[in-house]
């Protein structure tokens, strides 16, 4: 892991191997060292630029803004990362919410999922030092706070990405279950697995048939954190499919590939809850994670059959592949019970979403659109992409059945990832629509090239936003 070490020191006065210097909107103003040499090489203020002769990268960006910073920062250590240096110094910039992007952006710089590779690659980068007398000498309060912070998050995010980015024949359900269980040990929290006896006494019917025709048994994992004082109750549910087939409405070859990413929900609220308990926030948080695979076999469930959900609804099944809002549906109807003043899901729930959002967005949807909102705003200022999504009575009538209470699949291939979420709205009791939401990540969770901070692979999509949103309940008491 890199270590950052706060330094009372100028930039200039602070030792290190190599110097990191932002230059915004092409404003070479503190770029004092040796400005001639711009000119000399033809940079201009973008890209990256290496000042051998000093030791300096210069690092452009187009504006002074918080999510450009933590590219920025990202990017840089990428870059160094690949040289013989051990230590980096940079600069104060900006503010608290600044220093913390910028804080993340180089730790998840040093990020790679290596564990298969026969030849590692180890980085020399070991530490950077942060001048914290600014270069307009303006100070910044509580700058270890958001040190810390930043610390968390990031490594949070890189469990999330581990365990997201292993194959499908380690990171089973039981595999979900062990890591589960280190994350309440390491944190004391209460941790309950639920096996499929559990899973049959609390009559999850749905969840059972999703998992009838793998080798490997369910899990429904619940984490607990309680602090002393709370000021509110949120249940986080995630979808745990750790892999997906299709079942027998089989997914083509192609689409089969990074279906280990199918369990990102599930392994993203395991991180929140994580998160959360290290920074001690005053707010009862509950990480329920449905864990199992979606395969083929002689007792598979089938197109055509009618499933008894635990909520008391039937479900004609039209599609195998559509099994991740079964399991929810399960996971969703055992989290009311918790009673919660905020209830969300996170899964990589429909292609659908992906179409409509882009490969880097997710969708947020629910019956409150006032909460909708204010969690898209929140998502927004920790640094991840989202956007509501509108439930209208029309595409509810698409997912109507004949036979059942609700068709697992929509009668029209058109709003797939809105007839999904109202689906899983059906599961919701009347008293928590108003304080439910489901976050669709399939677009961001895993994606398979380097984009903002990401590395190519699982990013850990929701883990951010769902912090700075419970930070938030917690702040309105």
């Keep these: 892991m890199l270590k950052i070490n706060l330094k009372s020191t100028s930039f200039i006065d602070t030792k290190a191997d190599i110097g ?6 092409k404003n070479f103003k503190h770029t004092w060292i040796e400005s001639k040499i711009f000119k000399e090489f033809g940079y201009e203020g973008e890209g990256i630029f290496f000042d051998q002769r000093n030791k300096i990268i210069y690092v452009g960006i187009n504006a002074f ?50 564990e298969y590779k026969s030849k590692k690659n180890t980085p020399f980068l070991k530490e950077i030092f942060v001048a914290k007398e600014n270069f307009d000498k303006t100070p910044i309060k509580n700058l270890q706070a958001t040190l810390d912070k930043a610390v968390i998050l990031s490594e949070s995010i890189m469990l999330v990405r581990d365990i997201i980015n292993t194959p499908p024949q380690e990171a089973t359900p039981l595999f979900l279950a062990d890591i589960a269980k280190k994350i309440a040990k390491e944190n004391k929290l209460q941790c309950q697995i639920g096996d499929e006896k ?19 048994p369910p899990r429904l994992i619940h984490l607990t954190y309680k602090p002393k004082k709370s000021k509110a109750r949120v249940v986080l549910v995630g979808k745990g499919l750790t892999y997906d087939s299709g079942g027998l409405s089989l997914k083509p070859a192609d689409f089969m590939v990074t279906m280990k990413a199918d369990k990102s929900g599930g392994c993203a609220v395991l991180g929140i809850i994580n998160v959360l308990a290290k920074i001690g926030v005053n707010v009862e948080v509950h990480a329920i994670v449905g864990a199992t695979e979606n395969m083929i076999g002689g007792n598979a469930y089938k197109p055509d059959d009618v499933l008894f959900a635990r909520e008391g609804k ?23 019970d918790l009673k919660p003043d905020y209830l969300i899901d996170f899964a990589t729930l429909t292609g659908a979403c992906v179409l409509g959002l882009g490969e880097f967005t997710s969708g947020i949807m629910g019956y409150n659109e006032e909460l909708k909102a204010r969690f898209e705003k929140l998502a927004l200022k920790s640094g991840e992409l989202m956007a509501t999504l509108p439930f209208n009575r029309h595409l509810g009538k698409l997912i109507e059945s004949k036979i059942a209470d609700v068709c697992n699949v929509a009668s029209s291939r058109y709003g797939g990832a809105i007839t999904a979420g109202m689906f899983l709205g059906q599961f919701i009791r009347d008293i928590y629509k108003d304080k439910w939401l489901h976050i669709d990540i399939a677009g961001p969770a895993f994606v398979e090239k380097e984009w903002d901070i990401n590395t190519a692979g699982a ?4 883990l951010r936003a769902c912090v700075e949103f419970i930070l938030d309940v917690e702040a309105r008491g």
């Design 20 to 25: 990191i210097v932002f230059v915004v909107n």
């Design 198 to 216: 559990f899973l049959k006494k609390e009559k999850m019917e749905a969840f059972l048939a999703v998992n009838r025709a793998s080798c490997f």
């Design 314 to 336: 039937t479900i004609e099944i039209r599609n195998t592949d559509a099994e991740g809002r079964l399991v929810l549906a399960d996971c969703l109807s055992y989290a009311q």
């Design 65 to 114: 803004e918080i999510d450009l910073f933590r590219e920025a920062s990202m990017q840089a250590v990428r870059y160094i990362k690949k040289m013989p240096f051990k230590s980096i110094k940079i600069g104060i910039y900006g503010n608290e919410e600044m220093m913390q992007a910028i804080f993340l952006g180089m730790l998840l710089g040093m990020y790679d999922f290596s």
């Design 459 to 462: 990013s850990g999509a929701g």
